[in-house]
């Protein structure tokens, strides 16, 4: 399948599972997972570990003490290239802000702490996984999905994991979405220290 048709294939695919990727979101929304809450980040990332562990992923949990757990999710295909998606769990918003103002939409955008920054952007990596598996793409040698506790915070402990993990990557990706005018902006701690791709599509948005 050449790129063209892979890319009408999973469009095609997005738009079928738009109302399930919906469902999903709104039960990530709702979880309430700022960075200090240790309980609501190992919740959203008991959820995605559950959702790797069905697509074929070999999942690592790396238990932390007092921060939400990291996921390091690995698997194999028949190409070349090692791909990495990076995204982290947490959010800005404290205990209660789910409830407070919970998963809706409005005009046909979709509101609720966290829904753009980043769980919208983490279900994206999940579907174009599933995406691409039903097209029958296998054209990766390790796909590699990151998801780190603590991005909203200044003293992050996941920093030396990402590190790591992106030497081990040709190419990496991280999930947060542009804003509406399609600008990409790239913080600091998203700058991998390793030259391809690193920083694609790195926005902060709430
Ligand atoms: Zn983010």
């Not at 992923?57 to 996921?71: A, I, K, W, Y």
């Not at 409830?99 to 952007?121: I, N, T, W, Y």
Request: hydrophobic content about 40%; overall charge negative; proline content about 3%.
């Amino acid at each position: 399948m050449n790129t063209d048709a892979l890319a009408v294939a999973v469009t095609n695919y997005m738009n079928l599972h738009l109302d399930r990727y919906l469902a999903d979101l709104r039960t990530l929304v709702a979880i309430d997972s700022g960075t200090h809450h240790k309980p609501g980040v190992d919740a959203v990332q008991d959820w995605l570990q559950l959702r790797l562990d069905q697509l074929g992923f070999d999942v690592e949990r790396l238990h932390q003490p007092v921060l939400g757990d990291n996921l390091l999710a690995t698997r194999h295909g028949e190409g070349k290239r090692r791909i990495l998606l990076l995204g982290h769990a947490d959010t800005v918003f404290p205990v209660g802000t789910a409830a407070a103002r919970p998963f809706r939409m409005e005009e046909g955008k979709v509101l609720g702490p966290g829904s753009c920054d980043m769980k919208a952007g983490l279900l994206s990596g999940i579907y174009a996984v599933e995406a691409l598996d039903a097209a029958g793409y296998r054209d990766y040698a390790t796909l590699l999905f990151l998801v780190v506790c603590d991005e909203e915070i200044h003293e992050r402990c996941s920093l030396p994991l990402i590190r790591a993990t992106a030497r081990l990557a040709d190419v990496a990706y991280t999930l947060e979405a542009a804003r509406e005018w399609g600008h990409r902006h790239c913080p600091q701690d998203c700058r991998l220290g390793h030259g391809q791709g690193a920083g694609q599509g790195c926005a902060r948005r709430r």
